[in-house]
C-alpha cells in the first residue's frame, strides 16, 4: 500500500461522515490552502513547474467550496495534478486531529543529532537548512525538481536529480520535503536512502497522520500547523505571498516515529 493509500485510511474516521466541509480556498502562486467548517485552516507550498497551462482547466478551484472535506481530502491520491493534490493535503491537515495530541508531539530536535562527520542529503531545497547546515557537516547534498526544471531565482546550487541514485546512498542524515508525498516520489527516495541513520519527512506539504508513516524508513516527522488567526493569510496568498508570510501564523510540531539508527564509520 502507497504511503498515501495510508495517510487516507488513517485519516477517513476523521474525516468521513463528521459533517465537515470547505468553507473558503485559496490557489496563489507559492501556496494553496483550504478553510473548513471546524474553523482550522492549511496552506501547502504548490509546486508549479509541471501544471498544464491553458484556460478553464482547473475547475474544482470554485466548486470545491462547500464541498464534503472528505471527498476532497481524497485529491491527496488521485488528484489530476500537483495542484488538486496540494489540495487534498491541506485538507487533510485541516482536519488532523494530531497536531494538538499530546502523544504525537516531542520537543527533541531532529537536527541537534547532526555533526561535522554526516553526510546531510537534502530533498527540495530548503533556504534555512543551507544557511545552518551546509558548512556544518562534512558534505551537503541537494536535489530540486524545480531548480532542476527551471533554474533558481535564489541562487541555489543543487545536483541534477539523476545523480539521485548514486548520492542518497551516501548519506548519513537525510530530509525529505513533504512535498515528495504531493507528487508521489517518497517511496522511491526512501528506497535509495540505504545508509541513513534518521531520515525525516518535513515541511508544509506532510499529510500529518504519524501512524501511516511507521515501517516505512521514515525516522522522524517534522512539520507545523497554522494557527486560528491563519485565515489572515487567504489574502496575501492570493496576492503571491510566500514562506515567510505563511510561517507568521505557524506552530512547529515534532514526532519521532522511530529511535535513531547507531552509527556506522564508513571505509
Given at each position: 500500500m502507497k504511503l498515501m493509500e495510508r495517510v487516507l485510511q488513517e485519516a477517513e474516521p476523521h474525516i468521513r461522515g463528521k459533517g465537515l466541509t470547505i468553507e473558503d480556498g485559496v490557489i496563489g502562486l507559492s501556496f494553496v490552502g483550504v478553510r473548513l467548517s471546524n474553523g482550522r485552516s492549511h496552506f501547502v507550498y504548490l509546486m508549479r513547474e509541471t501544471l498544464p497551462s491553458g484556460d478553464m482547466i482547473f475547475p474544482y478551484g470554485e466548486k470545491m467550496i462547500g464541498m464534503d472535506a472528505w471527498e476532497a481530502a481524497q485529491w491527496a491520491l488521485n488528484g489530476a495534478e500537483d495542484l488538486q493534490r496540494s489540495l487534498?493535503?491541506?485538507v487533510?491537515?485541516?482536519a488532523s486531529p494530531y497536531f494538538f495530541d499530546p502523544a504525537y508531539q516531542c520537543y527533541e530536535d531532529f537536527y541537534d543529532s547532526i555533526t561535522d562527520r554526516?553526510?546531510?542529503g537534502v530533498i527540495g531545497h530548503m533556504p534555512p537548512l543551507v544557511k545552518e547546515y551546509s558548512g556544518k557537516v562534512k558534505r551537503y547534498i541537494s536535489f530540486?525538481?524545480?531548480i532542476d526544471m527551471q533554474g533558481s531565482v535564489?541562487?541555489?546550487?543543487?545536483y541534477p536529480m539523476e545523480r539521485e541514485a548514486e548520492l542518497l546512498p551516501q548519506c548519513d542524515i537525510v530530509v525529505v520535503t513533504g512535498t515528495t508525498m504531493i507528487n508521489h516520489t517518497t517511496e522511491d527516495i526512501l528506497s535509495m536512502c540505504t545508509g541513513a541513520r534518521?531520515?525525516?519527512?518535513s515541511g508544509f506539504s506532510l499529510p500529518y497522520y504519524p501512524e501511516a508513516y511507521r515501517g516505512s524508513g521514515i525516522t522522524a516527522l517534522g512539520t507545523l500547523y497554522f494557527t486560528p488567526e491563519s485565515h489572515r493569510l487567504f489574502k496575501p496568498l492570493s496576492l503571491a505571498a510566500g514562506r515567510i508570510r505563511a510561517r507568521e501564523y505557524t506552530e512547529?510540531?515534532?514526532y519521532r516515529l522511530e529511535p535513531m539508527?547507531?552509527?556506522?564509520e564508513k571505509i
Open positions: 487534498g493535503v491541506a487533510l491537515n485541516a554526516d553526510v546531510m530540486d525538481r524545480a535564489e541562487g541555489a546550487q543543487v534518521d531520515i525525516m519527512l512547529n510540531v515534532f539508527k547507531e552509527r556506522k
